[in-house]
T-cell receptor, first 114, second 112 residues
């Protein structure tokens, strides 16, 4: 069964510093992977997705993620953090077996400090 | 362009009461999903529809939960005899067949 693990439930960075949020996946088939962002009291917004095309995926708001099969990872990065990036970030994998269902990690809360 | 719309955004109810949430998906999307999210957790899949057919229900969806999508457009999620453990955010999402899933703003339920 497919699953994702997010390492670090809380990450704190300084404004302007590199953001690195970790996600490892488990899948017996080539996975479709996603990163979503959730601001307080709001739904989820898609940041980017990997669907077996280019391994480096660029998303919105300057975020990108690299699919590394050898490491079973799909870490999210942004070169320079902004205060507005403070939010919760979820990695997700699409389940096989039809239905286009997603299973999510437990999330990483990103704090950006001055 | 309207995204996925959910109503109400917040609901406080007494234990034992019934509640109903409504979701209006993006207009051309034939798939509609319900997820539940509790504090500190990622969303968990509950059920999904393709057009008006409910194709899958999670084991998380107890008999007190029922979802409908009568005309293949909007959907309702009803919880009967609410319990405190039902307190969560209920997220609706929609997509084309195997397309990107877009989420609504969520409906917060607090059972007191």
């Amino acid at each position: 069964a497919q699953s994702v693990t997010q390492l670090g439930s809380h990450v704190s960075v300084s404004e302007g510093a590199l953001v690195l949020l970790r996600c490892n996946y488990s899948s017996s088939v080539p996975p479709y992977l996603f990163w979503y962002v959730q601001y307080p009291n709001q739904g989820l917004q898609l940041l980017l997705k990997y669907t077996s095309a280019a391994t480096l995926v660029k998303g919105i708001n300057g975020f990108e993620a690299e699919f590394k099969k050898s490491e079973t990872s799909f870490h999210l990065t942004k070169p320079s953090a902004h205060m507005s990036d403070a939010a919760e970030y979820f990695c997700a994998v699409r389940l096989t077996g039809g239905g286009n269902k997603l299973t999510f990690g437990t999330g990483t809360q990103l704090k950006v400090e001055l | 362009d309207t995204g996925v719309s959910q109503d109400p955004r917040h609901k406080i109810t007494k234990r034992g009461q019934n509640v109903t949430f409504r979701c209006d998906p993006i207009s051309e999307h034939n798939r509609l999903y319900w997820y539940r999210q509790t504090l500190g957790q990622g969303p968990e899949f509950l059920t999904y529809f393709q057009n008006e057919a409910q194709l899958e229900k999670s084991r998380l969806l107890s008999d007190r939960f029922s979802a409908e999508r009568p005309k293949g457009s909007f959907s309702t999620l009803e919880i009967q005899r609410t319990e405190q453990g039902d307190s969560a955010m209920y997220l609706c999402a929609s997509s084309l067949e195997d397309g990107t899933i877009y989420f609504g703003e969520g409906s917060w339920l607090t059972v007191v």
